[in-house]
């Protein structure tokens, strides 16, 4: 079963639960699932994807992946850290593979984070020696 096909099971069944009153849904606020695919970087270039996540202590811990343009995995990092914060989380994860791509002379980096505010950021207050897309 391909990916579209369960989100539209799932929503029919959603739907099909709010009918018969099992769930109630905040009616100001409806979430659709969306499928969501990885595609390569161009040619010649890297792709960087890094993630920070807190657990439900506030304990911090970050990760990421560097591929090459076939789609190879060439390299891998996680660590964890004491409590911070999310958003600080998430940069420590982006700039840990940004420097995992420096040690390995990877200078075409397409980076790919899930988190707005962190490119946001990123993109205006740093110009590193790297190409960022």
Same mark, same amino acid.
């Given at each position: 079963?391909? *990916?579209?096909?369960?989100?539209?099971?799932?929503?029919?069944?959603?739907?099909?639960?709010?009918?018969?009153?099992?769930?109630?849904?905040?009616?100001?606020?409806?979430?659709?699932?969306?499928?969501?695919?990885?595609?390569?970087?161009?040619?010649?270039?890297?792709?960087?994807?890094?993630?920070?996540?807190?657990?439900?202590?506030?304990?911090?811990?970050?990760?990421?992946?560097?591929?090459?343009?076939?789609?190879?995995?060439?390299?891998?990092?996680? %660590?964890?850290?004491?409590?911070?914060?999310?958003?600080?989380?998430?940069?420590?994860?982006?700039?840990?593979?940004?420097?995992?791509?420096?040690?390995? %002379?990877?200078?075409?980096?397409?980076?790919?984070? %899930?988190?707005? *505010?962190?490119?946001?950021?990123?993109?205006?207050?740093?110009?590193?020696?790297?190409?960022?897309?």
């Amino acid at each position: 079963m391909n *990916a579209t096909r369960i989100i539209k099971r799932t929503h029919h069944l959603v739907e099909s639960l709010l009918k018969v009153g099992i769930i109630h849904a905040d009616t100001k606020r409806v979430i659709y699932p969306v499928a969501v695919t990885w595609g390569r970087p161009k040619d010649r270039w890297s792709k960087l994807n890094t993630d920070g996540a807190l657990k439900g202590c506030g304990l911090a811990i970050e990760g990421g992946v560097i591929c090459n343009h076939i789609g190879d995995v060439t390299w891998g990092f996680y %660590d964890f850290y004491g409590t911070c914060f999310i958003l600080e989380t998430e940069l420590k994860a982006m700039d840990t593979g940004l420097q995992l791509c420096w040690q390995k %002379d990877v200078r075409k980096v397409w980076v790919e984070v %899930d988190s707005s *505010a962190v490119m946001l950021l990123y993109t205006q207050h740093n110009k590193g020696p790297w190409d960022v897309q």
